[in-house]
Structure formats: C-alpha cells, structure tokens
C-alpha cells in the first residue's frame, strides 16, 4: 500500500509525515483540549461533593467523587475525599486503598495517614496502625499519635490476657476484657468471633448473636456466621427468624452443605408450627393436636419446641373434650414452667370440664395473680366460683347423668329413659309425689341442655330456670314459660320427644 504523504513548507525544509502519524498527532492535541476541560470538570464534581457531603447525602456525594477521580486520577485529594464519604457510609474496606493512594501521591499528608492509622486500628490491625502513627511522629509533635500508640500498648495486653482467659475457660473475665477491645477495634471480627462463642458456652445466645452479625459484612463470604445465627436463633425457638438467616446463607450459595440441610429442616418445622397455630386459632382441635406431635418429632432436642408441643396439647385436648389428656399434657408443662399463664388457664378449663371446682378456682386465681389483665383467666375465674355455687343446688347434667361435653343425642337419649321411668302418668310405684319432682328436674335438666343458648348460660355457672338468678318472678321450675305437665296436673299426653 502506497501511503499518502503530506508536506510541511514551515520548517525551512521538507517534512514528510505518514497519515497515520498525522492522525496521531492531531489526536494528541485533541486529548490535551479534552484534559483542559475535564479539569474544570474535575472542580465541578469536587465542589457539588462537598456540597453533598454538608448536607449528608452520601451516595450522590460519592458519584461526583467517583467522577472527580476518574477525570483526575493523580490528584491526592480526590481519593481523600472520596474515602472520607467511604468512611461516613461505614464502608472502611473500601476507604482503606483510597487513603494508601493518597499516602502513595502525597507521603508527608499527616491527615491521611493519621485517617488509615485510625482505620487500621479500628481493623484490628495493629501492627500496621502502629507503624502508621510513628510515621506521623517522625514529623513532628502529635498528642493524638501518641496516644494511639500507648492504647495500642495496652489493647495487645488485654487481647492476649482474654485469649488466656478463654482457654482456662474463666468466660465472664474473658468476655470484659474482650468487650473493651472490641471498643477500640469494632471492625475485627476476629473479637467478636471469639466473644460470641463465649457467649454461647455461657448459654446467652442472643447477645451471641449480637456478636456474629457484624462479621456477616466483616467478612467476606461469611456462610459461617449465618449458619450460627440461623442455628442459634433456632435454638432460641425463634423458626421464623432462623429461617430467614439460613436463606441469606443459601443466596451465598445454593448447595453449601452446611446450610442446605438445615434449611430444609428449619423449613419444614416453620411449616408444622404455623399449621398447628392455625388449626389452634380455627378451633380445628384434632389436627391441632396432629401437628404439634409433627414439630415435637421433627424436632425432638431442643427443649422450647416439646415444651412448645406440650403448650399445644394442653390446650387443643382442653378445648377437644380429651380432659385426662389435657391434665397429662398441662401438669407436664406446668411442672416445668409454673408460670406458664396460659397453661394454668387450659388446666383451669379442664378441671371444669371434669367438675373440679376448686381446683379450676385455685389454677385461674393463679393466672389472674401472674396477668391481673388477662380477659381468659379472669372469665374462667368468675365461672368457675358460680359453678362451684351452682354445683351446691342443682346439676342438670347429673339429674341426667351425662357428661358435660355429652352430645344434644346423648342428652335426649338419656332423657327419654328417665322420664319413662318417673314421668308420674308411668310410675307404677306408691309414692308419686316423689315421681313428680324427679320428672320435674329431668324435664328442666332436658329443657336446658337440649337448648343452645340454655345450655350455654348453664355453663357458664347461670342457672336459665333459677329465678333468683333470672330476676323473674315465679316457681323455681314455672317461669320462661317452662312446664313439663302443660296446663296442670297431669292431662297432658306424654311425649318422650
């Protein structure tokens, strides 16, 4: 290829340029016009992240220093700057090589250097902060230089006394003097590490986990650290939340063995837990009872979830009728928290539920002392003492002789056997006036049990046919409109219905 050659007539001679040497050239002189106006360009961005930074907006601040930088990559200040806006984010990593450039441009800049020495420090890295200091020193008087370096003295003192401590196994000093280091170098993990498996030794796993969650950004990568807070917070009886720490693991990392299966573990408790609490709140009282056996074998080690369990059949066989096995279930739990409110109401309703009276006094005299605002307790407190009076007059489920959870069938059933035994029409004995009365309490018990709303004042320790207890006039079986032999007597035609 024949190149194109292009003659210079102002140099006393003849110069002959390439065409590509040509372009060169003209490009250059076109960088050189571009670095005049991204200078300028450069103040532009300094100046509105200065703006920015006054008024506490840091990430827009950081784009214009970002810009600042790239326009100017050998200006000490922009990446002191910059880093000044990393350090106000929290984002010490990324401050840190910031503050080595600046250093790197401009060694004798004492306010850089006394910044990483800070940052250093603050790391854990002790070695490196001193030597920062003394290079501060080197120049000239410093108080605060001098300082550091006498609290870097002492800190190595204590953090090697605590790594002692720890081995001897003497926790709570070790944890004081680590708590003290931790002050002076919040950002190594390396401390809070160790404190938070003391900690956990020391059985406080929440302040444990206070400990691990800081080295989740400390670190790297840190799977570890989730899977301990996930596995902590479990252990806590806290699904939900471990469920949570256990899928920040898995967006790490989908298949890290560590996490994966306990994931699915902590997956499918949650699920058993929140069955058993819906089938609870819907009255649903025998899946209730089928899904927390599920959870309680799902996870049959960690006491929070059996004692949970128990909670649940204690409750759910109360509530379902199954009153030998709520009083199993609740005397087991209440032997291991007595103060267990709810559960002292559960075994408070089934020992009304079993005609205990006192007992269902003394279990929700109990609760309302522990939760004087609890509606649960001070209800069955109130039934239970007019159930306890009522139980001294009449029981219509006595005179019938069911149960109280007996079925409307049942209830009619045993009904129409007794009053064909003493309706008086049909007793075939001498004394009627004997028969009269007993038909006249199973007609009452029949008229109440077998009437809804009835029933339900009956329950609740209110007789519907006393009435004393009514404020209405009239017999003590006459009034509601109530009257087994109609219209007197005994001219009625008997009806077993």
């Known amino acids: 290829m024949i190149e194109e050659k292009i ?7 003849v110069v002959i340029f390439t065409k590509s040497l040509f372009i060169f050239l003209l490009l250059d002189v076109y960088l050189k016009g571009s670095y005049a106006i991204n200078s300028k360009e450069v103040e532009q961005h300094l100046e509105m992240g200065k703006k920015l930074l006054a008024a506490g907006q840091l990430a827009e601040a950081l784009q214009h220093y970002h810009s600042a930088v790239d326009g100017d990559p050998n200006n000490y200040m922009t990446y002191f700057r910059r880093a000044t806006v990393f350090l106000a984010m929290g984002k010490s990593k990324s401050a840190l090589p910031d503050l080595t450039k600046v250093i790197e441009l401009k060694p004798d800049f004492t306010a850089a250097r006394m910044q990483r020495a800070s940052v250093l420090l603050k790391q854990g890295k002790l070695d490196d902060a001193e030597e920062d200091f003394k290079a501060v020193l080197e120049r000239g008087p410093n108080d605060e230089a001098s300082s550091q370096l006498n609290s870097i003295t002492e800190l190595r003192g204590d953090i090697k006394e605590a790594y002692m401590l720890v081995e001897h196994g003497q926790l709570p000093a070790a944890v004081e003097l680590l708590g003290r280091a931790i002050e002076k170098c919040p950002w190594d993990p390396s401390l809070h590490e160790t404190r938070a498996e003391c900690y956990i030794q020391m059985g406080e796993y929440f302040k444990a986990i206070s400990d691990i969650r800081p080295t989740t950004s400390l670190r790297s990568d840190n799977r570890p650290a989730y899977y301990k807070m996930s ?5 806590l009886g806290e699904a939900e939340e471990s469920l949570i720490q256990i899928r920040e693991c898995l967006k790490l990392d989908p298949d890290d063995k560590q996490c994966q299966p306990h994931y699915k573990k902590v997956k499918k408790l949650v699920k058993q837990l929140n069955a058993a609490q819906e089938a609870k709140v819907a009255g649903q009282y025998d899946e209730c009872l089928n899904k927390a056996k599920q959870f309680m074998k799902t996870e049959p080690d960690v006491e929070f ?4 369990g128990q909670s649940y059949l204690c409750h759910c066989n109360a509530k379902g ?5 709520a009083l199993m279930f609740c005397n087991r739990l209440l032997n291991r928290e007595p103060e267990n409110v709810e559960a002292l109401i559960d075994r408070g309703e089934a020992y009304l539920a079993s005609e205990k009276w006192d007992e ?8 309302t002392n522990m939760d004087e605002h609890n509606h649960r307790a001070q209800e069955g407190l109130n039934r239970a003492q007019k159930l306890l009076k009522q139980s001294k007059k009449r029981d219509y489920y006595k005179i019938l002789g069911v149960k109280r959870t007996a079925r409307k069938k049942d209830i009619l059933k045993a009904y129409r056997k007794l009053a064909a035994k003493w309706h008086p029409d049909k007793y075939e004995g001498d004394n009627k006036a004997m028969a009269e009365k007993k038909f006249i309490d199973i007609a009452a018990a029949k008229e ?3 009437d809804k709303e009835k029933r339900q004042k009956f329950d609740n320790g209110e007789d519907p046919l006393d009435p004393e207890q009514q404020q209405q006039g009239g017999g003590p079986f006459w009034h509601e409109g109530f009257n087994p032999f109609g219209g007197g007597g005994f001219k009625f035609k008997f009806n077993f219905n």
Do not use: H, R, S
């Open 231 to 235: 596995d902590l917070y479990y252990k």
């Open 360 to 367: 269902a006094i003394n279990d929700f005299q109990k609760a």
């Open 7 to 13: 003659t210079d007539m102002n140099m006393g001679g």
């Open 305 to 308: 979830y059996q004692l949970k």
């Open 448 to 450: 109440v049990l077998t």
């Open 321 to 325: 009728g199954n009153l030998q096995e």
